[in-house]
């Protein structure tokens, strides 16, 4: 019956300029909250077994809850400084700093919103729109909610801009890591012939061409690539060197016929320098 009594009280008295919704829990959820102190002794009455007053956040109150539990108190002494001065509740865990929700345009603050919202620490967490806190009972019931006292009894101030940016914030999409293969031998020799030609000096681009050819030439001769890629590889190469692509492929493609034709000699190991 007191916490019955108590919770009619709230209903009535002027803790934010007007009497408070409230709900018992365990029994109900926020959306069953009342607000007349009639409908809050019965509500209560009929679920004798509730231990607190909870009171919803959100539109249905104008009210959210910045709650620090004993994780988040470095969080809150460090950062003391920027908050107005308003209610606060102390509890068997931690403290509740209760504010007003800012007004539209502001997007509605979602319950909860997690402390990586804040500065990405634990023990920090906001009650907003769909959540609810346990309420101190008022004078003479507050032996019916031990553990919870108001710590500081002052009119409740607008929630910190700071804070609202915070919880507001659009989540960072994380970007999906590009999966990196490792290259192949054969991968390995067609990159350093074509960079070994792309990157050719002015006045010896036609001989690096050549030379680039013939080594392409040689692993046509081994299977491991076909004599139109290997020309198209080279030359395309000497192009971004600067060579014109006619010049270019005529000369790629002597190179690659005279590394198919002498590879069996082994005159010539340039690949090997590569």
Not at 128 to 147: K, L, N, S
Not at 159 to 169: E, G, Y
Not at 172 to 197: H, N, S, Y
Request: proline fraction near 8%; hydrophobic fraction near 45%.
């Amino acid at each position: 019956m007191s916490l019955a009594l108590a919770a009619a009280e709230l209903t009535k008295r002027p803790s934010r300029g007007s009497g408070l919704s409230v709900f018992p829990v365990p029994g109900c959820a926020p959306r069953e909250a009342v607000d007349r102190p009639q409908q809050a002794y019965r509500l209560f009455m009929a679920h004798s077994a509730a231990r607190h007053i909870a009171v919803p956040m959100g539109v249905a109150t104008m009210l959210v809850a910045i709650c620090i539990e004993r994780a988040g108190m470095q969080w809150l002494r460090h950062n003391f400084a920027r908050f107005p001065s308003t209610r606060v509740h102390s509890l068997p865990h931690g403290y509740d700093l209760i504010y007003r929700l800012p007004l539209p345009p502001v997007p509605i603050i979602g319950c909860p919103q997690a402390a990586h919202n804040l500065l990405a620490l634990r023990g920090v967490s906001v009650q907003g729109e769909g959540g609810w806190i346990a309420w101190p009972a008022p004078a003479p019931y507050q032996h019916v909610t031990p553990g919870y006292v108001v710590a500081l009894e002052a009119p409740i101030a607008p929630l910190p801009k700071w804070i609202v940016v915070r919880v507001t914030a659009r989540p960072k999409v994380k970007e999906t890591p590009v999966r990196r293969f490792a290259l192949r031998g054969i991968d390995v020799q067609r990159a350093r012939i074509a960079a070994f030609v792309r990157h050719s000096a002015q006045g010896t681009r036609a001989d690096v061409a050549f030379a680039g050819g013939y080594a392409a030439g040689r692993l046509v001769a081994q299977g491991a690539l076909g004599e139109a890629a290997a020309v198209e590889l080279v030359a395309e190469a000497a192009v971004e060197a600067g060579l014109s692509r006619q010049e270019a492929r005529r000369v790629t493609r002597r190179g690659v016929r005279a590394g198919l034709a002498e590879v069996s000699s082994g005159a010539w190991t340039y690949t090997k320098t590569l």
